[in-house]
C-alpha cells in the first residue's frame, strides 16, 4: 500500500529555513509528480509549488525566489526547501504525488501534512 510520509516542518523566525521532505513508501515500481500545498485554518488551502516527470516546475508568485521544489527521478522523494520565511508562510504545508507509470494506476496521494511556523 502506497504512503506518504511529510516531515521538516518548524517554527522558526522570519528569514529562516527549512527542509520539508515527502517520501513515498510502500515498495511501489510506479513514479511520481510531486506538488505542494499549504492552508492555513479557517482559509483554502493554496497552490505553492510542483515539479513534473520532465523536470518542469512552478512556483506561486508568493513563494517565487525564496522556495526551491526538487524530487529523485522516480519521485519517491520529494523536497520543498523553503528559505527567507516569512509570517505569511506560516501554514499547514501538504505534498500530493501524483501516480503514474507502465502498469500503474492513475492515481494522486496526500499527505498529513506538516506545519511551518514562522515568528
Known amino acids: 500500500h502506497v504512503q506518504l510520509v511529510e516531515s521538516g516542518g518548524g517554527s522558526v523566525q522570519a528569514g529562516g529555513s527549512l527542509r520539508l521532505s515527502c517520501e513515498v513508501s510502500?515498495?511501489?515500481?510506479?513514479?511520481?509528480?510531486i506538488s505542494w500545498y499549504r492552508q492555513d485554518p479557517g482559509k483554502e488551502r493554496e497552490f505553492v509549488s510542483d515539479?513534473?516527470?520532465?523536470?518542469?516546475?512552478n512556483y506561486a508568485d508568493s513563494v517565487k525566489g525564496r522556495f526551491t521544489i526538487a524530487k529523485d527521478n522516480a519521485g519517491h522523494t520529494g523536497w520543498l526547501q523553503v528559505d527567507s520565511l516569512k509570517p505569511e508562510d506560516t501554514a499547514r504545508y501538504f505534498c500530493?504525488?501524483?501516480?503514474?507509470?507502465?502498469?500503474?494506476?492513475?492515481?494522486?496521494?496526500w499527505g498529513q501534512g506538516t506545519q511551518v511556523t514562522v515568528s
Open positions: 515539479i513534473d516527470r520532465d523536470g518542469s516546475t
Open positions: 510502500g515498495y511501489t515500481t510506479c513514479k511520481y509528480d
Open positions: 500530493k504525488a501524483h501516480q503514474w507509470g507502465s502498469w500503474c494506476s492513475i492515481d494522486d496521494f
